[in-house]
């Protein structure tokens, strides 16, 4: 049974986009079959794993006007395969929102490939909008990506909120896959201050691993690679390691 996850947290960049790019490619390094989904029309996951033209793409899916098997591209990573985004995915969040059943579009047009990949990895924007909501209605579990700051109690709060609310409407096997946190800086009171808390509170539903802040993370994007093809020696690519192996772990 292939194992759809998403990345969502509805403050922009927290690390959503190279999670889903980075945790994917360690997946697929590992021996399994991973697609990426681009759905936040920034679309940056489709340049940041090298897709140059991201049409037809997930708007296209959604909307019935491609099939699947032309909107799944490869990349340069074996087994790693990815639907693309473009900007087109901004109108769909309005289009959606005039039309019954509009949170479960996504997860009707994955579901006659979730049986292809051993993992799903949906991209979501910031924000808690339709198309978060797709993508949370379509997932087995949800993963967070928390970066190491004041506020971030507090956007995790409402986010939990959301996330109750799916599991009572919309999907009631969505289970939380896991908070990590990204983007840390050790030397940082405040950066462990916050590790501290979340973990006391939220317990073994964190994972072990912490992304620490590394430049070659945020060099790999302007390449259209993932870290393990960038830099694979790096600090960074170290640790996308070790979380995709647990994600991984956690999942079976
Ligand atoms: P989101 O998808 O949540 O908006 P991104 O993954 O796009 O966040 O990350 C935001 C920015 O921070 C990007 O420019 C990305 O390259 C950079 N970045 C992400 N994670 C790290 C990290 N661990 N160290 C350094 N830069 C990072
Ligand atoms: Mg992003």
């Known amino acids: 049974m292939g194992r759809v996850y998403v990345f969502v947290n509805q403050k922009g960049g927290v690390g959503k986009t190279t999670s889903a790019i980075n945790i994917g490619a360690y997946m697929a390094e590992a021996g399994k079959s991973v697609l990426l989904v681009d759905f936040d029309s920034q679309a940056n ?67 006659p490939v979730r049986n292809h990949y051993d993992f799903i990895l949906i991209d979501c924007p910031p924000s808690l909008g339709v198309l978060t909501l797709n993508g949370l209605a379509a997932a087995d579990a949800v993963l967070i990506p928390m970066q190491c700051e004041y506020f971030a109690m507090e956007g995790l709060s409402l986010l939990m909120q959301t996330i109750k609310r799916i599991q009572k409407n919309l999907n009631p096997q969505l289970r939380i896959g896991g908070i990590f946190f990204t983007m840390f800086d050790q030397r940082t009171r405040l950066a462990q201050e916050v590790v501290r808390q979340v973990s006391a509170y939220f317990k073994d539903r964190v994972f072990r691993t912490i992304i620490p802040r590394n430049v070659r993370l945020s060099e790999a994007p302007s390449h259209g690679l993932p870290i393990s093809q960038y830099d694979p020696s790096s600090t960074g690519a170290r640790s996308y390691k070790s979380l995709a192996e647990e994600v991984i772990e956690r999942g079976s």
């Open 45 to 111: 996951l489709s340049s940041g794993i090298g897709v140059e033209n991201a049409k037809p793409g997930v708007y296209e899916l959604i909307s019935g006007s491609a099939p699947i098997d032309q909107v799944i591209r490869k990349t340069s990573t074996a087994r790693l395969s990815v639907i693309p985004a473009s900007i087109d995915l901004s109108g769909a969040a309005v289009e959606l929102i005039e039309q019954e059943e509009r949170d479960l579009f996504l997860k009707k047009a994955l579901e």
